[in-house]
């Protein structure tokens, strides 16, 4: 059982930025595709960026392209998502995953993508204008 830990959120203003972390408790976490998802008040759980085991490809939704960054240090079995320019409609419960399954540009545009193995409990991201 893969167990996830995130923390770095909190209340920031629009236009501030913030820094998610992941941990991870998997033995071989470099063999991980990990994610990140997020859900906001009355909305449906949403795929908002993820990385592939070798850290070499990245995919993020259309609302966050450009904002956001993905990234992961297998050494400390962390990924991160780095939020830049944040807007009210980001405000959200901000979840991790991580399964071995790996994602392409179609995957992450279906329901497959929320059939990752490993989830984390979330992390609350309010952004206030």
């Known amino acids: 059982q893969v167990q996830l830990a995130e923390s770095g959120g909190g209340l920031v203003q629009a236009g501030d930025s913030l820094r998610l972390s992941c941990v991870s408790s998997?033995?071989?976490?470099?063999?991980?595709?990990m994610a990140w998802f997020r859900q906001a008040p009355g909305k449906s759980r949403e795929f908002v960026a993820g990385?592939?085991?070798?850290?070499?490809?990245?995919y993020y939704a259309e609302s966050v392209k450009g904002r956001f960054t993905i990234s992961r240090d297998d050494a400390k079995k962390t990924v991160y998502l780095q939020m830049n320019a944040l807007k009210d409609e980001d405000t959200a419960v901000y979840y991790c995953?991580?399964?071995?399954?790996?994602?392409?540009?179609?995957?992450?545009?279906?329901?497959?993508?929320?059939?990752?193995?490993?989830w984390s409990q979330g992390t609350q991201v309010t952004v206030s204008s």
């Open positions: 995953a991580a399964d071995r399954m790996p994602i392409n540009d179609v995957v992450i545009t279906t329901p497959k993508i929320f059939e990752m193995k490993y």
């Open positions: 998997a033995h071989i976490f470099s063999a991980d595709t």
């Open positions: 990385i592939s085991w070798s850290g070499h490809s990245q």
